[in-house]
Nanobody, 125 residues
Framework: VQLQASGGGLVQPGGSLRLSCAAS????????INWFRQAPGKEREAVSC????????YYLDSVKGRFTISRNNARNTVYLQMNSLKPEDTAVYYC???????????????????WGKGTQVTVSS
């Protein structure tokens, strides 16, 4: 099983990044996919979730209207488009598979399965 996140980097406030997560080794189109993030000295937090069929999405309040999650089941890939980035978005972002098709809100670690290694996002001038 592998979840490989990419697309992170250094961006100025107000800028954009698009994270990608390439998955393999499990039935991707039967699992929800989530993005978590963890900033230095802070607890890990759930940022977004998308169901297996893309029929439902969830966003953390602080990223609503700025982030968009999507998936391409034919390519086993999930994306997180991040616009209007703020310094408080700085964190390591992790791609995580859920244990089933749906997104159960609130998103909790017990409902998660496989974790990727993460990609660093730094928002700074």
């Amino acid at each position: 099983v592998q979840l490989q996140a990419s697309g992170g980097g250094l961006v100025q406030p107000g800028g954009s990044l698009r994270l990608s997560c390439a998955a393999s080794g499990f039935t991707f189109d039967r699992r929800s996919i989530n993005w978590f993030r963890q900033a230095p000295g802070k607890e890990r937090e759930a940022v977004s979730c998308i169901t297996s069929s893309s029929g439902f999405t969830y966003y953390l309040d602080s990223v609503k209207g700025r982030f968009t999650i999507s998936r391409n089941n034919a390519r086993n890939t999930v994306y997180l488009q991040m616009n209007s980035l703020k310094p408080e978005d700085t964190a390591v972002y992790y791609c995580v598979s859920g244990k089933e098709r749906l997104c159960h809100v609130p998103l909790v670690l017990q409902d998660m399965d496989y974790w990727g290694k993460g990609t660093q996002v730094t928002v700074s001038s």
